[in-house]
C-alpha cells in the first residue's frame, strides 16, 4: 500500500545518510513511500518554543498536503512526528478555526519505526535475513519526542517502548536491558548550550557501557546527531575514550537483509561503525 | 497570570498538589535555577517577572517527561513554551540569550528559505552571532573541525533548499504570527 511521506529538513541535510538508509530499505522491502510534494518544515523547538501559532499552522499545512494526497503519511524524524501529530490534535479541536485549513482528519500519522516494525512486517522481515547479526550487542535509544506526551503522540508504551528490541531480536543482534532509553539527550539545545549536551550525552554513554552496549541504535536524526557529532568532544573533556557508534535503525536492516550501500551509508558517521562490524564478522575488511 | 495561562492557552495550574513528580523526572534540574514543580507554584502566586527572567524556562528541553507524568495533567512543558514566548512579547531580555537568538534564527532561516530550513546557514548565523557576543576560539575550532568533517562526508550543503511553491502562504503564516522580532 502507498503512503506518502515527510522526510523533514535535515534528512536533505546533515542526516542525508538517514535518508538514504531509509530509500535503501524500503525498495528492498518493495514499500512505496511516496515523498509529500511541497512539505514544509514543521516549525520544530523553534517554534513550539517562541511562536505557538507557527508551532500548529506549519505542520498543520503538511497535514491537509497530505490528506488531500490521500495517504497515510510517514515521517522519520521524530521531532517532525510529534510537531505532526501535535497539529492534528489543534485540528480536532478549539483551535482549528484560526489554523484556517482543511483536514477531516482521515489519515494516520506514522513514525517510521512504527511504521517498518508494525505487524505482520516484523515478522516478513524474518526469512529475508541474509546475515543475522550474531553477537552484536546494541541498546535501543527511543530519545523523547517519538513517544511523548501520549496524548499527543497516541503511544501506548511511551515509558517502556520495546519496538527496537523486538526488531534487533529479528534481526539476531543482543538487544541490551537499560533504563536510559526514553531519557533526553537534548539535541535542540545543541547548538546553544553545548555544555548542557556533554552532561547529557555522557550519561547516556556511560549507562550503555555499563549495559554492556557497543553501540546505540536510533530511530531519531537528531539523536544520532547528537550522541554521534558530540562523541569526541565528550571523550576529551571527561577525558575518556569512548567510542560507540550511533546506528540509525534502518542501516542495521539493511544490513542484515545483504544491501549492498550499507558501507557508504555508515562512512557518514563520525564515529565509524566499520570496525566493530568488521571484528564481529558483519562486514569485509576495507581493501 | 494563572487565568490567563488558563484563557489563552487551556493550560490549567491550580490542580497542582505540588508532589513534585516533574522535577523528580527532569534530566535538565542539573542546568535550572528553579525547578519545574517550582515553576508552576510560581505561575499559581503570580510572580510573573521571577519566571519571565528565569533561566529554567530556556533551558528546558521540552523532553515532555514532566507533561506525560504529572498526575493532574498538567502540561508543564507547555507552560514553559508560553512563559518563553509571553518574555518575548514583554520585551524580557531572555536569560538564556543564546537560545533565544537560535529559535528567533530558526524561525527566521524558513521564512526566509521560502518554507525549508537550510541548516548550514542556520548555523553559520548562529555562529557569528555567538563569535560576536563572547569571542571563544576553542568553540569556534570545535565547530568549524566538525563542519568539515561533515562536509568531507558530504553532509553539509551550503546553499539552502529551493523555495516551495507555497511560499507566498508560509509567508502569510509569518505574516500572522506575529513573531517579534527585536
Known amino acids: ?287 | 497570570m494563572v487565568e490567563q495561562l488558563a484563557e489563552e492557552t487551556h493550560l490549567g495550574v491550580s490542580s497542582c498538589y505540588q508532589c513534585k513528580k516533574c522535577s523528580s523526572g527532569c534530566p535538565l534540574t542539573f542546568a535550572m535555577d528553579l525547578l519545574p514543580d517550582q515553576v508552576i507554584r510560581l505561575a499559581l502566586l503570580g510572580q510573573e517577572e521571577r519566571l519571565l527572567g528565569s533561566r529554567t524556562i530556556w533551558v528546558c528541553s521540552a523532553c515532555e517527561t514532566c507533561t506525560t507524568r504529572c498526575p493532574n495533567g498538567i502540561d508543564i512543558a507547555g507552560v514553559m513554551d508560553w512563559l518563553k514566548e509571553e518574555a518575548l512579547r514583554q520585551g524580557k531580555t531572555a536569560a538564556q540569550p543564546e537560545v533565544a537568538a537560535f529559535h528567533r534564527f530558526f524561525l527566521e532561516g524558513i521564512r526566509d528559505n521560502g518554507g525549508r530550513l537550510a541548516e548550514s546557514r542556520l548555523i553559520r548565523r548562529f555562529t557569528l552571532f555567538r563569535l560576536w557576543r563572547r569571542p571563544d576560539v576553542g568553540a569556534l575550532l570545535d565547530n568549524l573541525k566538525i563542519g568539515w568533517q561533515l562536509w568531507r562526508r558530504g553532509r553539509l550543503r551550503l546553499g539552502g533548499p529551493p523555495a516551495l511553491q507555497g511560499k507566498v502562504e508560509i509567508g502569510r503564516l509569518f505574516a500572522n504570527s506575529r513573531l517579534s522580532t527585536p
Open chain 1, 1 to 287: 500500500m502507498k503512503v506518502s511521506y515527510y522526510p523533514g529538513c535535515s534528512l536533505e541535510g546533515t542526516a542525508l545518510d538517514y535518508a538514504a538508509s531509509i530509500a535503501g530499505v524500503t525498495r528492498f522491502l518493495e514499500l512505496e513511500l511516496a515523498e509529500l510534494e511541497d512539505w514544509n518544515c514543521c516549525g520544530a523547538s523553534a517554534a513550539h518554543s517562541i511562536n505557538h501559532h507557527l508551532a500548529l499552522a506549519l505542520p498543520a499545512r503538511n497535514l491537509a498536503l497530505a490528506e488531500a494526497a490521500g495517504c497515510d503519511v510517514v515521517v522519520p524524524c521524530a521531532l517532525c512526528f510529534n510537531r505532526l501529530k501535535a497539529a492534528e490534535k489543534a485540528l480536532a479541536g478549539p483551535e482549528a478555526a484560526r489554523l484556517q485549513v482543511t483536514y477531516q482528519g482521515n489519515i494516520k500519522i506514522w513514525d517510521l519505526l512504527d511504521y517498518l516494525t508494525q505487524e505482520p512486517r516484523l515478522e516478513k522481515l524474518l526469512p529475508k535475513i541474509a546475515q543475522p547479526l550474531t553477537d552484536l550487542k546494541a541498546v535501543g535509544y527511543y530519545g523523547c519526542l517519538v513517544a511523548r506526551p501520549p496524548a499527543v503522540t497516541d503511544k501506548s508504551d511511551y515509558e517502556n517502548p520495546q519496538n527496537l528490541e523486538r526488531l534487533l531480536e529479528v534481526l539476531g543482534a543482543t538487544s541490551l536491558d537499560w533504563s536510559f532509553k526514553t531519557d533526553c539527550c537534548g539535541a535542540g539545545l545543541a547548538v546553544a548550550r553545548p555544555d548542557i549536551i556533554d552532561t547529557l550525552v555522557q550519561r547516556l554513554y556511560e549507562r550503555a557501557l555499563a549495559a554492556g552496549a557497543e553501540c546505540f541504535v536510533v530511530s531519531c536524526q537528531m539523536c544520532q546527531a547528537n550522541l554521534d557529532l558530540s562523541q569526541e568532544r565528550i571523550s576529551k573533556k571527561f577525558g575518556k575514550d569512548y567510542h560507540l557508534p550511533v546506528f540509525y535503525f534502518t542501516e542495521l536492516i539493511a544490513l542484515a537483509l545483504g544491501h549492498p550501500q550499507v558501507p557508504l551509508w555508515l562512512s557518514k558517521h563520525l564515529v565509524d561503525p566499520r570496525p566493530l562490524l568488521q571484528s564481529k564478522g558483519l562486514m569485509a575488511p576495507q581493501a
